[in-house]
């Protein structure tokens, strides 16, 4: 069972150790997973709410790393960068 699905969250308002403990160790590769899933947990609270609000910063975070986090260096030549780190 993931920390996302854990039965006991089910009774009682999240807390930020909840949304701390779906952040762990993230990385790119999972960036958006976990931001999906912070985003649920977070999304019922009201505006405001100060785990929201620390979910929101997360979420944020995540976005970024998501993009900005997999960094693979400079194209070879005649070739794109990756459309991950082309920036519009």
């Known amino acids: 069972m993931s920390e996302f699905e854990r039965s006991d969250r089910l009774d009682r308002e999240?807390?930020?150790e909840d949304?701390?403990?779906l952040m762990g160790a993230s990385t790119p590769?999972?960036?958006?997973h976990l931001r999906n899933r912070i985003r649920l947990l977070v999304e019922p609270l009201?505006?405001?709410h100060p785990v929201?609000?620390?979910?929101e910063r997360e979420?944020?975070?995540?976005?970024?790393?998501a993009v900005e986090g997999e960094h693979r260096g400079a194209p070879n030549e005649g070739l794109l960068e990756?459309?991950?780190l082309r920036r519009e």
């Open 46 to 48: 009201p505006e405001g």
């Open 59 to 65: 979420i944020r975070r995540l976005d970024l790393i």
């Open 52 to 55: 929201r609000v620390e979910g």
């Open 82 to 84: 990756m459309p991950s």
């Open 14 to 16: 999240p807390t930020i």
């Open 19 to 21: 949304v701390r403990q």
């Open 29 to 32: 590769h999972f960036a958006l």
